[in-house]
Every structure is written in structure tokens, then in C-alpha cells.
């Protein structure tokens, strides 16, 4: 196996917007802890589904992961190098793309697609003979005709502007792309075509991809591994097929089992998800899942379970579930 990105023991906290006193004393200034104790690898060229509710932290790890936010602790390294060693986080940003959450916000409103796809060039320094006809390789790459590239974002429908973000993600040849929720506000039809772009890509440059969604259909039929996210904390991980066929938390057990099926017999009202999520704020004692978790013991409201290795390459933060 070779490691692409590994992530240990990492956490992030962000600012909390604070009021003028707080804003005048660095020390005062609030901070919210989104993230705690993430440790996760991917490998070099697969396909990984992060999944986890709104709220839960999938955006802020991909800006941790990218060196757009800072970890308070843990680390983090990519292609074995730590992001604390001189010049990697400039090899760190050359070797990653992002694809965000919004992809008509991520791009600038008054720059050409042709412009906005080739960018990264200039923002690496690349040297680029002809930004005209990289900018139809580009569009061609992901199915795109030539004459998008004279649009204005206003101007393309909503699968055109994931492709156009794709485009320019894959502009330096990344070696891992992280995808924020790729198919939100798609048609059904749309979702499937930049899945399976993404697939082909993945399958002919070796691209690893971070796929990050609260859809849990989209993580099944593209990630060959997948982890789950409650309240910044990771609580299960393990090859897809396995996780979706044996859930072993009861958090990712209420999540498969409120999926939309249209068999009536697959539906388990029984593990239906049940509460709200706690604020971030005010994180329950314990396993923070003890307030929604239809096993709840005593001791989960007091002893916070870790994250242990449960089975070959599956691991499971709670006391009680397991194979
Ligand atoms: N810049 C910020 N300052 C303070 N808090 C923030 C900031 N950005 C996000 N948060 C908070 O951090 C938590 C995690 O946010 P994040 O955007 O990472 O979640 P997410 O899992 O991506 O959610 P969604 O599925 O809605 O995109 C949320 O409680 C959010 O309110
Ligand atoms: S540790 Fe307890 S509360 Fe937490 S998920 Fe497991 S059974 Fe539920
Ligand atoms: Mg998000």
C-alpha cells in the first residue's frame, strides 16, 4: 500500500466570531473545535468517501487537508513528507486540488472559462506555450466543446460548471483531488455523468479522489473505502462494500437505514436516526453519539470510546457494536 495522505491524531479548531473586546485581545478570541483526534490514510490513486451530516466537519477537513485552515494539533503528510518540512506545503498545494462544495462561487465572475481553467498554470508559475489550446485539452478532457471556453460562469448550467471545476482541478495533473459534495443541486442524470468522469479519471491518470458528500448513494458507487464523520470525529472506516453490507456503528447503521429504498422491506424504522445534533458547542460527555444512540449504556454517557481496529482495515469508535 502506498500511502498518499495520512493524517494522525489531527485536530482544528476555528475562530467564533467574537465582539469587539475579543476582537481587540487575541487571547480572549472564542474558538470552536471542529475537528478532534482524525487519524486516516489514503492511498495513492483510490477513490475515498468521506460522509457525514451538515455540520459535522467534512468541508473543514478538506481545508485542513489543503493547507487553507490550520490543525491546532496532529499531523499531516503528504506523499510521505510532513506538511511541517521546509517547502512541502508549496508541494503540498501543486500536487492537490479542490473541488468546492459551490463550483459557480469558486470561480471568478468576471474571468472567461478558457482563463479560469488555465490559472493554475500561472498561479504555479508553469510555463505555458499555448493557453488556448490547453484550455480546449482541458475542456475536451471532461466533455466539454471549445466554444465553453469563451463563457462567463453566470453563464453555464450546473453539470457545465462542475466539469469547468474539474477542468481546472485537473489542469497540474494532481496526484489527489478532494470533491465537496461533486453532485450537490444536480439532476439525477447530471450526478451520474460527472461520477462517472471522475471514474475515468481516476482510472486513466491514477488520480486518488477525496469524495466528500452527505449522500450516502454517491459514496457507495464511487468509493472502494470509505470513513464517517460525527461531531468532527471519525466513528467507522473500512472498505465500502463492507461497511454498507455489515455497518458496525449504530450511527452509520441509522444512516444506511435511512437511505431512500424503495423496498419497504430493506426500510429498518427500528435504526432510524432519532435527536438532533448536538451543537458543537456543547459536545455530550462520554461517546458524543450517546444522546441519538439507540444502544446507549451507562458507560456511554461517561467514558468516551476511542477508535480501534476492530477487524482487517475496519475500525469503530464505540463500546459495545463490533463484529
Ligand atoms: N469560518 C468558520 N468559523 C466558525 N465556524 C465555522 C466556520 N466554518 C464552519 N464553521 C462551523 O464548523 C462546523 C463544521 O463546518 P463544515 O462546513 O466543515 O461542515 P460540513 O460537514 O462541511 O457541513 P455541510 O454538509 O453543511 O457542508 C459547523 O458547525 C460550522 O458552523
Ligand atoms: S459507545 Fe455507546 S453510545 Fe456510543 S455509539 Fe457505542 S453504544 Fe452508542
Ligand atoms: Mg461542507
Redesign the pocket.
Known sequence: MTALYELSGLSAD????GDLLTALLPMRKPR?N?LQDITLTLRKGETFGLV??????????ARVMLGLAPASMGERRFQGEPLSAPGAMARLRRGTAMMF?DPVASLSPRMRVGEAITEPFAIHREGLPDRRAMAIELLARVGLPPAIAARYPHELSGGQARRVCTARALALNPALVIA??PTAGLDVSIQGEILNLMSDLKDERGVGFLI?S?NLSVIRHTAERIAI?YL?RLVETGPTAEVFAQPFHPYTASLIASEPNPDPRRRRADLAIRGEIPS?LRRPKGCEFHTRCPLAAPQCRTLAPTLREVAPGRSLRCHLAGP
Open positions: 476555528l475562530p467564533l466570531p470552536l471542529v457525514g451530516e451538515s455540520g459535522s466537519g467534512k468541508t473543514t477537513l462544495q465537496d459534495e466528500i452527505h464523520l468532527g458543537l
